[in-house]
């Protein structure tokens, strides 16, 4: 035996914060600010099962179809990519879906699939891969509970449904889209049901999560909020200093 040091790779701790809630409650910009801050990844979980269910209509499979959407969802074709001007771009087979899967209709497909138990499994290891260094910042329905159980920070972030309709409806007029607040309330309304009443991974805070409530804070007190707890858990609180 030599006196060579033998050197052992000492596998990295990569911190893990799971941002979950309901629909327009502002998961995915709390996510981006937080991650942007710390120079994190960021997972948007919620964007796998709508590109699901664009690739089910693309392929005509019938979002009823558990066998044929569990097979999709293994082999679904996806890159998540930034555009000259930094805006994220995705790509399905391709194609740049990144306004298609926005809609409001692509939503609700993403909810009707997201029931499927086969669905869930096959997205699992797909969302889990996004766990690089030197951190994520995963935001969804099951992040805290699910996909990352042992998360550093667990946020359930949450807002009246007539506020997120609101938020929801100024997003679809800035984006071109046309809306009817109405309509936009009782959606919102249908998804929280489908999304917290499901029998598998249903929508709710997980084990020692911060619940915020957002209906009369903005976005910076969110931000700030999250920071403040960030800073208590021994992982995070080096990436603050
Ligand atoms: N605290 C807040 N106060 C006011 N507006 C907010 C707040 N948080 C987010 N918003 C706005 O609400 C809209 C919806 O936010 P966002 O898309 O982040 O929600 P989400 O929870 O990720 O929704 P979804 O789950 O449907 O993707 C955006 O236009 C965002 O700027
Ligand atoms: N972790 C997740 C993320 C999303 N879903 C389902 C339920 C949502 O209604 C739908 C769309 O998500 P959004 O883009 O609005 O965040 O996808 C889920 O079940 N689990």
Redesign the pocket.
């Given at each position: 035996m030599s006196d060579e040091i033998k050197r052992q790779a000492v596998p990295i701790y990569v911190p893990v914060i799971a941002i979950d809630?309901?629909?327009?409650?502002?998961?995915?910009?709390?996510a981006h600010r937080v991650a942007s801050r710390l120079g994190f990844h960021v997972l948007d979980s919620?964007a796998l099962y709508r590109l699901l269910g664009a690739a089910a209509k693309r392929h005509a499979v019938s979002i009823e179809n558990e066998a044929a959407l569990e097979v999709l969802a293994a082999h679904l074709d996806v890159q998540f990519t930034v555009d000259a001007q930094g805006e994220a771009v995705i790509l399905l087979e391709g194609e740049d879906v990144s306004r298609e899967i926005r809609t409001e209709e692509a939503?609700r497909v993403a909810s009707q699939v997201a029931v499927l138990p086969k669905v869930r499994n096959a997205l699992l290891a797909r969302q889990q891969a996004f766990r690089e260094a030197p951190g994520l910042v995963a935001?969804g329905r099951d992040m805290g509970t699910v996909v990352f159980p042992n998360a550093d920070l667990k946020i359930f972030?949450t807002?009246s449904a007539e506020a997120r309709a609101e938020?929801?409806y100024?997003?679809l007029l800035e984006k071109g889209f046309g809306a009817s607040l109405a309509a936009l309330i009782d959606d919102i309304r249908a998804r929280d049901t489908r999304d917290t009443e499901r029998s598998i991974a249903p929508l709710k805070p997980a084990d020692g999560a911060l619940v915020l409530d957002?209906t009369d804070?903005?976005?910076d007190a969110?931000v700030q909020r999250v920071f403040d707890e960030a800073k208590k858990a021994p992982a995070l609180a080096k990436f603050l200093i």
């Open positions: 809630g309901p629909s327009g409650s502002g998961k995915g910009t709390i919620g939503g935001d972030l807002a938020r929801r100024k997003q957002s804070l903005g976005i969110v």
